[in-house]
């Protein structure tokens, strides 16, 4: 969630900071620092001096990925007649479990 988070606030702000992760996420600044440091580590960010925020092509390539199951998932749970909300919520844990295989069918559902 946080690569996707970090995604969606690079196309709105000049730039990502941890402040806007926790403010986004409405997680603490204890929880953001762990998971900035262990996607820095992993090769995801870079972190600048001045505690920007940005993507690897690694990164990326993950965020984009995440956003894209999240935004199929949603449109297809909302179609259902699930609530918004709800199907925003349900998205983000299914996301991340579903398998490629699953996904592309049902995203070919979503399309057609």
Not at 30 to 57: C, E, M, Q, W, Y
Not at 62 to 76: C, F, G, Q
Not at 80 to 96: L, N, Q, R, V
């Amino acid at each position: 969630m946080y690569l996707e988070t970090i995604l969606v606030l690079s196309e709105k702000l000049n730039f990502v900071r941890s402040v806007d992760i926790c403010e986004h996420m409405g997680y603490s600044k204890p929880s953001v620092s762990r998971a900035v440091g262990l996607l820095k580590n992993g090769g995801f960010i870079t972190v600048d001096n001045n505690g920007h925020i940005t993507l690897t092509n690694l990164g990326k390539e993950h965020a984009e990925k995440i956003l894209e199951r999240h935004t199929v998932l949603s449109k297809l749970l909302i179609s259902i007649g699930i609530s918004k909300e709800t199907a925003s919520e349900d998205a983000c844990k299914i996301e991340h479990v579903i398998s490629d295989e699953t996904f592309n069918a049902l995203k070919k559902l979503v399309k057609d």
